[in-house]
């Protein structure tokens, strides 16, 4: 019987090709995805349809209520998403305070639940900059509290972390990966704005891969 394990998967490119990674390397996964009250909820959309095809357990979670306590993003906010690559003074507006604490927290107690030895999720090194959650010292400490936080030993997998986007694409490309299964644009419209910094980010790593990026753009 195949090891159990979680996957943050929120439908994105990342979270996409991680999905994948475990897939691939023999894992009985179980993907995990929040509502938080993102604008871009398309995302949960496309995570949903991914994990039909791919006839693996799904589960949607909807974490909404905590933007009565955390405000102040641009993803879960009425405030206009920043446009141009990330930089980190105009990309701050898309910090969700303590985001990936809060979904690790739940995706751990998942995993105790099921009795699965791992959770992964996509954190990579340009986010590193712009979000503390993503930080390889942040995915460290929360490590070592997964493995003491329970009577059951978990631990926090986080393939890409010292990789770029650019990495992240060029290693799912090599495991012929679909990425019009996938959607990276803050704004929650019908079409990818191409504008924002997860849109420019997610151009250019098919820019550097010397392919042209699946999804339709409005610009």
């Not at 507006?93 to 099921?114: E, Q, W």
Request: a negative charge; charged letters at 25%.
């Amino acid at each position: 019987m195949n090891e159990k394990v979680v996957v943050i998967y929120s439908g994105g490119m990342d979270s996409y090709t991680v999905l994948n990674k475990a897939i691939k390397q023999g894992y009985d996964v179980y993907a995990l995805s929040f509502d938080y009250g993102q604008r871009h909820v398309k995302e949960l959309e496309v995570a949903a349809s991914v994990c039909k095809e791919l006839a693996i357990h799904h589960k949607v979670v909807d974490i909404s209520a905590i933007n009565s306590l955390i405000g102040g993003s641009s993803l879960t906010d009425d405030i206009a998403v920043a446009e141009g690559h990330y930089e980190e003074e105009s990309m701050k507006s898309t910090v969700v305070p303590n985001r990936n604490m809060i979904l690790l927290s739940l995706a751990v107690g998942y995993a105790v639940s099921l009795k699965a030895g791992k959770v992964f999720y996509g954190a990579h090194s340009g986010d590193h900059a712009i979000y503390p959650d993503c930080r390889p010292e942040f995915v460290l400490k929360m490590n070592e509290v997964a493995k003491i936080a329970n009577y059951e030993v978990v631990e926090i997998c986080s393939p890409y972390l010292n990789d770029s986007k650019i990495d992240i694409l060029t290693d799912g490309l090599k495991m012929g990966l679909d990425y019009s299964k996938t959607w990276t644009c803050y704004n929650g419209r019908e079409r990818a704005c191409g504008k924002c910094g997860a849109c420019v980010e997610r151009l250019e790593a098919f820019e550097k891969n010397a392919l042209k990026d699946p999804l339709s753009y409005e610009a």
